[in-house]
């Protein structure tokens, strides 16, 4: 059995210092809302709802369907109504988001719904209901790969939105996008690598 990999596809190659226009298609997820600095417990929920979740879904798509694949990488979007705030000022407090994991375009919506219902069974993360299945369709993106800490991401990001978009007469149009091609949990941040994404319009 082939046992599938999302980060082999295009949506998740970049590379460092290279800033690149891609058409990301459009996905499905388990997505879970929240607000403010990361570095809390209220993250730290939001990602512990999800990964059960995930595993569930995957050996039920082994077992069920025949088809094998690699948990993708955690994903989140992020947004607030001053961008400055993720590009020069980095309040944290002031940040929203949605954790994602990629859902494989052949698991049908009845295997998902089965799949919670395995994890409530077997004790339901505290936030397992407020895990959904959403669909994003992003087009025309703009990635680049950052490596290191996340509080370092700030100057790559203006550079995004200050001169790159500008030259390119392109305008951004939907939410920042991140991919944790790294496991933050565990690998130090010096060492993180994470694909900065940002959807955009000509």
């Known amino acids: 059995m082939t046992k599938h990999d999302v980060k082999k596809l295009d949506?998740?190659?970049?590379?460092?210092?290279?800033?690149?226009?891609?058409?990301?298609?459009?996905?499905?997820?388990?997505?879970?809302?929240?607000?403010?600095?990361?570095?809390?417990?209220?993250?730290a929920r939001a990602v512990e709802a999800l990964y059960p979740f995930a595993y569930t879904l995957k050996f039920a798509s082994k077992t069920e369907l025949g088809q094998d694949y690699v948990v993708p990488p955690l994903e989140g979007?992020?947004?607030?109504?001053?961008?400055?705030?993720?590009?020069?000022?980095?309040?944290?407090?002031?940040?929203?988001?949605?954790?994602?994991?990629?859902?494989?375009?052949?698991?049908?919506?009845?295997?998902?719904?089965?799949?919670?219902?395995?994890?409530?069974?077997?004790?339901?993360?505290?936030?397992?209901?407020?895990?959904?299945?959403?669909?994003?369709e992003e087009g025309l993106c703009v990635q680049t790969l950052h490596v290191g800490s996340f509080d370092d991401e700030g100057p790559v990001l203006e550079r995004i939105h200050s001169e790159y978009?500008?030259?390119?007469?392109?305008?951004?149009?939907?939410?920042?996008?991140?991919?944790?091609?790294?496991?933050?949990?565990?690998?130090?941040?010096a060492r993180r690598r994470t694909i900065l994404r940002q959807p955009v319009t000509r």
């Open 165 to 189: 978009l500008p030259a390119q007469g392109l305008r951004p149009t939907g939410k920042h996008h991140e991919i944790y091609l790294s496991d933050f949990r565990r690998v130090e941040p």
């Open 77 to 136: 979007l992020w947004w607030a109504e001053d961008l400055s705030v993720f590009t020069t000022r980095r309040d944290k407090s002031l940040w929203s988001w949605t954790l994602l994991l990629l859902v494989p375009a052949w698991v049908p919506d009845d295997l998902v719904a089965a799949a919670r219902e395995k994890v409530r069974a077997k004790g339901a993360p505290e936030r397992l209901d407020d895990v959904r299945l959403e669909s994003l």
């Open 11 to 43: 949506a998740y190659q970049a590379r460092e210092g290279e800033l690149r226009l891609i058409e990301v298609p459009a996905s499905r997820f388990l997505a879970i809302d929240g607000a403010g600095d990361p570095n809390t417990e209220v993250f």
